[in-house]
Antibody, heavy 121, light 110 residues
Framework: QVQVVQSGAEVEKPGASVKVSCKAS????????IHWVRQAPRQGLQWMAM????????TYSQKFQDRVAMTADTSTNTVNMHLSSLRSEDTAFYYC??????????????WGPGTLVTVSS | QSVLTQPPSASGTPGQRVTISCSGI????????VNWYQQLPGTAPKLLIY???QRPSGVPDRFSGSMSGTSASLAISGLQSEDEADYYC???????????FGGGTKLTVL
């Protein structure tokens, strides 16, 4: 059974940057695509980006491509999502999702518990 | 506004069968399969259905999915009070080169 863990809650000021980390148990790091999905309070789900560490490929949503970057640390099997120029609308839970295929279907995916990022002055 | 369209709400009584729809276009549901997620209050989304009609291990067979053309549906039979949650559909979009989610449907068990 795959278990996904994420870094803890963050509080940042407008204009700052934040890094959220994610790691899965089991030897799946190199076989999976890792997606980031966010959910603002009382809102729906929004896809942000994905990375495949073994292929070295990243794809970003047009909405976030100017402010988001994903990196992978192969020594620790950790994936990081960096979001810059934070504004109040970025206050949300950020979920890390491990998926066997880039398109997100085709096989069961595995969600992390979410990381709350609060942007407030 | 979500590109995948779901009704904002649905309801049913215990034991009843409820269906939630998800409407897209050729570049998403018309070309790729759909996942369905259940989100209970204060928790992360949980995968209910993948590849349109496949259930992960541990998901009761009361939950079923189907697709036709550019639409997908989630059916819940034998409705139970614990099914009260938000439900989301998701599909890859070839034109946007990204994943899309529906706006979510809040299911109320009366």
């Amino acid at each position: 059974q795959v278990q996904v863990v994420q870094s803890g809650a963050e509080v940042e000021k407008p204009g700052a940057s934040v890094k959220v980390s994610c790691k899965a148990s089991g030897n799946i790091f190199t076989d999976y695509w890792i997606h980031w999905v966010r959910q603002a309070p009382r809102q729906g789900l929004q896809w942000m980006a994905m990375i495949n560490p073994s292929l070295g490929r990243t794809t970003y949503s047009q909405k976030f491509q100017d402010r988001v970057a994903m990196t992978a640390d192969t020594s620790t099997n950790t994936v990081n999502m960096h979001l810059s120029s934070l504004r109040s609308e970025d206050t949300a839970f950020y979920y890390c999702v491990y998926s066997k295929y880039y398109y997100g279907s085709g096989a069961p995916d595995h969600w992390g518990p979410g990381t709350l990022v609060t942007v407030s002055s | 506004q979500s590109v995948l369209t779901q009704p904002p709400s649905a309801s049913g009584t215990p034991g009843q069968r409820v269906t939630i729809s998800c409407s897209g276009i050729t570049s998403n549901i018309g070309s790729n399969t759909v996942n369905w997620y259940q989100q209970l209050p204060g928790t992360a989304p949980k995968l209910l259905i993948y590849s349109a009609d496949q259930r992960p291990s541990g998901v009761p067979d009361r939950f079923s999915g189907s697709m036709s053309g550019t639409s997908a549906s989630l059916a819940i039979s034998g409705l139970q009070s614990e099914d009260e949650a938000d439900y989301y559909c998701a599909a890859w979009d070839d034109r946007l080169n990204g994943r899309l989610f529906g706006g979510g449907t809040k299911l109320t068990v009366l």
